[in-house]
């Protein structure tokens, strides 16, 4: 079989029994398709699970969005950044509405007609949502396609001669973006667990360091945000240039200044440090408005903008599931943590413990299903106490030294609507265990409970059958071992 071939196959196979759970892929419902491959342009995924279903409920089809004014596609937006998206968004609706009787088209030509639809969201929607022959070329099929065949390969035309060579359009394209999302990293790839290892070039010469991307200089910039309130208790805001309502940089008129503190803010390269001061305001003034908390939600308005407010208190009293922000919490090595693995045989049964486990935890306490995890372990760091049972255990059976490390990532989860601070919640977590340099598919229940101070405090217990792993201890005529492992998490993990 050609190595092309053996590309596609390969990643068929693999999108078959890996794919992550979401909710555009449970219809492929090309519109579905279309607002999610604007979402993801510059935003991660978990932010975008947070705002998928809350923006279809507001604008449930093209014809509804259509209809739509910028102000209102922009409020829904808010949070998202990057709002030209949402109006050339609507925009492009518009134009289906009116040209192709509200209907996606199937062709990257026609699509391409369409505002905001550039060749690469062309070939995502014609492939994803009509299961269309179209190459895609992202950030993580790029990678991918440089790992495979070299920095010097033509992308689109490497793209296009495998998405022609797939069964199903849909299927490769996916594959690619998840397993250059899941594995083929930028930094650390794991290429023990990509299925495409034995065709690519770099794990091939043992080069996967990608050249550097030049990028833009951070700049820092300092700003300060008044948050001025009149005797109602409403906000000043002015509208800017983009259409969004921000707060007012300067405090005109207004009485009882106090600072409240500072938090950091991130657009682009800039890293713009934010001083919030409150003041009382006395009349309204020129280009500015009243606006109430509780209508927020119905203006466009920038992430930073909830951030001053949440500082100020001013939204304690109206704070709505709009308002909750998601964060991504770091596990490091650390005393607290530990991670056991339990064996017993016959006539022992012993520990083997580490405290040495790094990972991360993307939490938003509105929607704790769009949460993820990820947990390495390192194998080599495991003890019993016990130096000869350190060699069995490290040595003989899960042979660290080929297999250091042990992983778990996530692909879906399963929890109440919402989880509040220091109330212990029971979740499920479905993801990928490898072990032994094998992965398999687990669900695995998990108790979590969130700390006011931004920390996350994780407790699992789970059975590992060890000869799914490969790693099969010899029995004899005195000597019978369990295969099923205990394995036992408490992890605490703190907000970046």
Wanted: aromatic share 8%; proline share 6%; hydrophobic share 40%.
């Amino acid at each position: 079989m050609p190595t092309l071939e053996r590309i596609v196959r390969k990643s068929e196979r693999w999108f078959s029994t890996h794919q992550r759970e979401l909710p555009w892929r449970k219809t492929y419902n090309p519109y579905h398709v279309w607002i999610s491959e604007v979402m993801l342009q510059q935003t991660q995924m978990p932010v975008v699970l947070r705002f998928y279903d809350r923006f279809l409920d507001r604008f449930p089809s093209i014809a509804a969005l259509a209809r739509a004014s910028h102000d209102d596609v922009t409020a829904a937006w808010s949070g998202l950044g990057y709002y030209r998206r949402a109006r050339m968004l609507r925009d492009g609706a518009a134009v289906v509405q009116e040209r192709f009787g509200g209907t996606l088209p199937h062709r990257v030509d026609e699509l391409m007609t369409i505002p905001g639809i550039g060749r690469y969201t062309a070939g995502a929607i014609a492939s994803i949502a009509h299961d269309r022959v179209a190459p895609i070329v992202d950030g993580n099929i790029e990678r991918i396609l440089t790992r495979l065949f070299g920095p010097r390969t033509n992308l689109w035309r490497r793209a296009e001669e495998l998405v022609t060579l797939s069964r199903s359009p849909r299927i490769f394209n996916q594959a690619l973006m998840e397993i250059g999302a899941l594995l083929c990293r930028p930094q650390n790839p794991q290429c023990d667990r990509c299925p495409l290892r034995a065709e690519c070039r770099a794990f091939t010469r043992g080069n996967t360091q990608l050249a550097p991307r030049k990028r833009a200089g951070s700049i820092s910039i300092r700003r300060r945000l008044y948050v001025v309130r009149d005797r109602r208790g409403r906000i000043l805001m002015r509208r800017d240039r983009r259409g969004l309502f921000v707060l007012v940089r300067r405090s005109p008129l207004a009485v009882g200044r106090k600072w409240l503190g500072r938090f950091r803010h991130t657009i682009m390269n800039q890293q713009i440090s934010f001083d919030v001061f409150s003041a009382n305001g006395q009349r309204r003034t020129a280009n500015c408005s009243w606006i109430a908390t509780k209508d927020l939600e119905k203006l466009p308005h920038p992430s930073f903008v909830r951030k001053a407010l949440h500082l100020a208190g001013a939204l304690l009293l109206t704070a709505t599931a709009l308002f909750a922000e998601a964060r991504t919490y770091r596990i490091a090595p650390d005393a607290k943590n530990m991670v056991e693995f339990h064996a017993e045989d016959s006539y022992d049964a012993f520990d083997g413990r580490t405290n040495k486990a790094t990972g991360a935890i993307t939490a938003d306490p509105s929607k704790p299903g769009a949460s993820t995890v990820e947990v390495i372990i390192d194998m080599n760091s495991l003890d019993t106490a016990n130096s000869l049972r350190n060699r069995e255990m490290k040595e003989l059976y899960l042979e660290t030294k080929q297999h250091p490390t042990c992983s778990f990532k996530s692909t879906s989860v399963v929890a109440p609507e919402s989880i509040a601070s220091n109330s212990p919640a029971d979740i499920t977590v479905t993801g990928d265990f490898s072990l032994h340099g094998v992965t398999k598919r687990m669900t695995i229940p998990v108790r979590v409970v969130l700390i006011p101070d931004g920390r996350i405090h994780a407790t699992s217990t789970f059975k590992v059958h060890m000869p799914d792993f490969g790693i099969n201890v010899p029995n004899n005529i005195l000597v019978t071992v369990n295969n099923d492992v205990p394995v036992r998490l408490d992890l605490w993990a703190n907000a970046k």
